[in-house]
Nanobody, 124 residues
Framework: QVQLVESGGGLVQAGGSLRLSCTAS????????LGWFRQVSGKEREFVAG????????IYADSVLGRSTLSRDAAKNTVSLQMESLELEDTAVYYC?????????????????WGQGTQVTVSS
């Protein structure tokens, strides 16, 4: 069992940046594949980025590719998502997820544990 807690959300102007963090407890993050998803009320949950257990494989959704960086810090048991050039369309609740897979997946069914989410609001 692992517990995930997201932080770093908030209100940011379009074009700005923010860093979301996900801290795990119960088990080490390097024992999991970790992913970030986001969801707008009334819409399906959307994949954002994922990182493998080893940290060597990182995948991004096309919508954030080139302006996001996913990283993990085993010492802090944390995975972080740095997002730049934020757009209004990035407004959503962002969720951290952990799964037993070796490599990340964009399918939310492949993840077993979820955080409570953190709200990101991008304003014009």
């Amino acid at each position: 069992q692992v517990q995930l807690v997201e932080s770093g959300g908030g209100l940011v102007q379009a074009g700005g940046s923010l860093r979301l963090s996900c801290t795990a407890s119960g088990r080490a993050v390097d024992g999991f594949t970790l992913g970030w998803f986001r969801q707008v009320s009334g819409k399906e949950r959307e994949f954002v980025a994922g990182i493998s257990r080893s940290g060597f494989t990182i995948i991004y959704a096309d919508s954030v590719l080139g302006r996001s960086t996913l990283s993990r810090d085993a010492a802090k048991n944390t995975v972080s998502l740095q997002m730049e050039s934020l757009e209004l369309e990035d407004t959503a609740v962002y969720y951290c997820a952990a799964g037993e897979r070796v490599v990340p997946s964009s399918n939310d069914n492949e993840y077993d544990y979820w955080g409570q989410g953190t709200q990101v609001t991008v304003s014009s």
